[in-house]
């Protein structure tokens, strides 16, 4: 089958940019299908770490790299990537991709000021303009790539145009002013698009064609599963589908069976407020380390987990099988990769929820969109004996009794075999157990 999938099986950073690279070796082309620049995908290659997130992590391996309708593109963050990136570019850009506008992440701050405001709690996005410019997208209102690229004259007319009505919604809806230079904005988008005018590319039609020839072509997933629109734990989620399924739409080819990997942390993260069962920090959002437990600060200290695009501590909490059980039954991971198994080392238990309770009911299916419910769920979980350092190990045979028997428990309760064991960051610090590339 010429198509893999890389999707996030729990709230993102899972480490699909290093997945997405491993395969992207064999792989002829690479296409980021969905979300934006509030993605963060890390790769780290001999040391030097390489952080992508308007540019699709397959950029790294120099194969063609494909950014399709459903990606929602800053073209100021796009650009300075592209500058910042050493290697050849073989870039190619959907036209129907719509284009994030400085108003994007002004009414991305004001709907989170809002929200506080009126809820009590914001999500927690990126403030990358990611919710407000999918809002223009599906209002049939947002300025796509074709605009982008095309006549000057037009797309200064179309930015003006726009700009007016975002202004008062701004200034007297939201009673706050704008952060941006209007007559600076419009140059700046011409000089974008001209620039990026030369990496059209009608991704549907070349995507179809590579796949009818049997070229291998990976799909980027970006966030996770319960971060989607839909099936995550709505309101705290993004604004896309980041599941197998969507890859379809999102590119414009037609469904066909592909191989969906599942990419897993060790544990789980999240970045934002929002239910987390397993969770190792108190619930707290924004993450109060004084506050949270001993193996909460552990396991974000050893993952380092603080955020790609933003820098904030992520939450952190213990693998749940319930969630992964929801996430295989939405995308049907035809295999999982388990990622950072090296960061729990040094842990005395380890520990995963096979189950929650709530109000004396033992269940394992997970009700997404009920957070009320998720927040009064308590994890039952079981237990694991702990391992030492297993950064070294590069076969499963190498990995201590204790690791595997976890691995093995995994694949027991999702009823899929784990393929990939990622033992650190490194291309080479990974574990493959009948894993075919292609
Ligand atoms: P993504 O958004 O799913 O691509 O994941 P991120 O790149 O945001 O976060 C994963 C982080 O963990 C990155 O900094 C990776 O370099 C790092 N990483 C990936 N796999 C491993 C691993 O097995 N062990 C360790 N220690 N770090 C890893
Ligand atoms: P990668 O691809 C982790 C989270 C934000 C916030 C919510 C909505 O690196 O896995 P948004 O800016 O999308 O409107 O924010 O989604 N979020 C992510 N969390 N990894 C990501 O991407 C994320 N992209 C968005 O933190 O809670
Ligand atoms: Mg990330």
């Not at 506008?101 to 009414?107: E, F, G, I, K, S």
């Not at 407000?132 to 599906?138: G, S």
């Not at 004259?153 to 930015?159: D, F």
């Amino acid at each position: 089958m010429p198509g893999i999938c890389v999707i996030g099986a729990q709230w993102g950073d899972e480490g699909k940019g290093k997945l997405v690279d491993i395969i992207g070796e064999s792989a002829d082309c690479i296409v980021r299908y969905q979300g934006g620049n509030n993605a963060g995908h890390t790769i780290v290659v001999q040391g030097k770490k390489y952080t992508f997130h308007a540019l699709p992590a397959g950029v790294l391996r120099g194969k063609r790299s494909l950014i399709a309708s459903e990606v929602v593109l800053d073209p100021r963050q796009l650009y300075s990537e592209m500058k910042k990136f050493e290697g050849e570019l073989n870039l190619g850009i959907d036209p129907r991709t719509s284009i994030i506008m400085p108003w994007h992440n002004d009414l991305d701050n004001v709907g989170e000021e809002s929200r506080k405001k009126t809820t009590g709690a914001a999500i927690g996005t990126t403030a990358r303009g990611i919710g407000p410019c999918y809002e223009d997208d599906k209002n049939r209102s947002g300025l796509r790539f074709y605009e982008l690229v095309g006549n000057p004259q037009s797309l200064e007319n179309r930015i003006r145009e726009v700009h007016d009505v975002k202004r008062k919604v701004i200034e007297q809806v939201y009673g706050t002013q704008i952060s941006y230079d209007i007559n600076k904005t419009v140059d700046d988008y011409i000089s974008l698009g001209s620039y990026l005018k030369k990496y059209l590319a009608d991704v549907s039609q070349e995507v179809s064609k590579a796949l009818k020839d049997g070229k291998n072509v990976v799909f980027e997933g970006a966030q996770g599963t319960l971060l989607d629109i839909k099936f995550g734990n709505y309101p705290k989620v993004t604004s896309s589908h980041p599941m197998t399924g969507a890859v379809f739409d999102s590119v414009g080819i037609a469904p066909m069976k592909m191989r969906a990997i599942g990419i897993i942390k060790a544990y789980v993260t999240k970045v934002g407020s929002g239910p987390v069962v397993t969770c190792l920090d108190n619930g707290l959002w924004p993450v109060d380390e004084s506050k949270s437990t001993p193996e909460g600060n552990y396991i974000r200290n050893k993952g380092q987990e603080k955020g790609t695009t933003t820098g904030r501590p992520r939450r952190v909490g213990w693998m749940d099988a319930v969630v992964l059980k929801y996430t295989h039954r939405l995308n049907g991971f035809s295999e999982l990769a388990l990622m950072k198994l090296d960061c729990l080392s040094g842990l005395d238990k380890v520990r995963m929820a096979v189950a929650y309770e709530n109000n004396g009911m033992i269940f394992d299916d997970y009700p997404s969109w009920d957070t009320d419910f998720l927040n009064d769920c308590k994890p039952i979980y079981e237990e694991f004996d702990g391992f030492g350092d297993i950064s070294q190990a590069r076969t499963y045979k190498q990995l201590p009794k204790s690791a595997r028997n976890y691995v093995n428990r995994i694949e027991e309760l999702i009823g899929t075999p784990v393929t990939v064991i990622s033992v650190g960051p490194g291309r080479e610090e990974t574990i493959f157990r009948k894993f075919k590339k292609f």
